[in-house]
C-alpha cells in the first residue's frame, strides 16, 4: 500500500553514536557481574534500559502534528491541540497544550525550533526569522510552480530576474551606493 504524501517530516531523537557508550559501559561491567558474588548480573539491566531509552526516545514532527515517544509511552499532538511551544531555562522545549498543560519534547532543543517551523508549515513563527524567507517562498512558490529560476534565487515566468539591485564587488548593493551618493 503507497504511503500518502504528507510533507515536511522531521525526526529528533538520541544520535545512535551514544549506543558506543552503552557498549563500552556492559564491557567495563564484565568483570563485576561475572564475579564470584551471585546475583551481580543484574547489573546488566542499567545498560539494557540505557539501549531501550536511546532507541525509543524521539520527537517527531510532521504535517499533522508531533508524535512524543519515551521508553514507555507514545502520545500524539495535533497542531490544533497546540497552543504554542515553552522553552526551558536549560534550552528545552516543551509542547503547550490548549489547556496550559506543558509536553517534553525529549531531543527538541531550541536550535530545532526553525525545524519545526518549516515542518508545521508556519504554524508555529521561528524566533529566529531564519524560515520567514522559506516559507514565503513556498506560498509564492504555489502561484509561480511553472516559472523558471534565476541566478538570485528569484522566480519568474519568463525567466527574467525581477531583483532590481545588483551586488557590486565590495558587497555594497546598487540601492545602497545611490543611498550614499545623495
Not at 539491566?45 to 517527531?60: E, S, W
Not at 502534528?65 to 491541540?81: C, D, K, Q, S, Y
Amino acid at each position: 500500500m503507497a504511503e500518502e504524501n504528507e510533507g515536511r517530516k522531521a525526526i529528533f531523537r538520541i544520535p545512535v553514536i551514544a549506543l558506543f557508550g552503552v557498549a563500552f559501559l556492559m564491557v567495563c561491567l564484565a568483570p563485576t557481574a561475572f564475579a564470584d558474588v551471585p546475583g551481580l548480573w543484574v547489573l546488566y539491566v542499567v545498560p539494557l534500559a540505557l539501549l531501550v531509552f536511546v532507541v525509543r526516545t524521539r520527537t517527531v514532527a510532521t504535517a499533522k502534528g508531533l508524535t512524543v515517544r519515551t521508553m514507555f509511552g507514545r502520545r500524539e499532538l495535533p497542531w490544533e491541540a497546540l497552543k504554542g511551544l515553552a522553552i526551558t531555562g536549560r534550552a528545552q522545549v516543551r509542547a503547550v497544550l490548549t489547556d496550559d498543560t506543558q509536553v517534553p519534547l525529549p531531543t527538541v532543543r531550541t536550535r530545532h525550533l526553525p525545524v519545526i517551523s518549516l515542518v508545521s508549515e508556519g504554524r508555529f513563527a521561528d524566533p529566529s526569522g531564519l524560515t520567514d524567507d522559506l516559507l514565503e517562498k513556498a506560498k509564492d512558490g504555489e502561484a509561480t510552480k511553472d516559472g523558471e529560476a534565476t541566478e538570485d534565487g528569484e522566480t519568474t515566468k519568463d525567466g527574467e530576474a525581477t531583483k532590481d539591485r545588483e551586488t557590486t564587488k565590495d558587497g555594497e548593493t546598487t540601492d545602497e551606493k545611490q543611498a550614499d551618493d545623495e
